[in-house]
Nanobody, 129 residues
């Protein structure tokens, strides 16, 4: 069982940048597809981006080049996933979550659905002047 812990959120002005981190620890973590999601107040959770165990990336339609997902998989028991967010806007205000699933149990398309049994606490991103 891999555990996911998000960090790096905060308050940023419109047009600013933030880098979120997700620490994923557990056996076979290198074999996990991992993704970022977000949930704004009163809205459903939204898919942002996936990075597969092989390094392939997939982005939600709204990203439009502003966000970049990356992954450090050098450690066999702990992977770090990042979300670099640029040109942040007030509508990006949300709680950001990471999650993942073993690559044999999912694919890029189903990762977009975000159907996970459990979620971490997430990290709050607030974009405001």
């Amino acid at each position: 069982q891999v555990q996911f812990v998000e960090s790096g959120g905060g308050l940023v002005q419109p047009g600013g940048s933030l880098r979120l981190s997700c620490a994923a620890s557990g056996s076979r973590v290198r074999s996990y597809h991992m993704a970022w999601y977000r949930q704004a107040p009163g809205k459903q959770r939204e898919f942002i981006a996936t990075i597969t165990s092989g390094g392939t990336t997939d982005y939600g339609d709204f990203v439009k080049g502003r966000f970049t997902i990356s992954r450090d998989a050098r450690d066999a028991e702990k992977n770090l996933m990042y979300l670099q967010m640029n040109n942040l806007q007030p509508e990006d205000t949300a709680v950001y979550y990471c999650n993942g699933r073993l690559n044999s149990q999912t694919n890029i398309a189903t990762m977009r659905l975000g159907n996970f049994r459990s979620w971490g606490q997430g990290t709050q991103v607030t974009v405001s002047s």
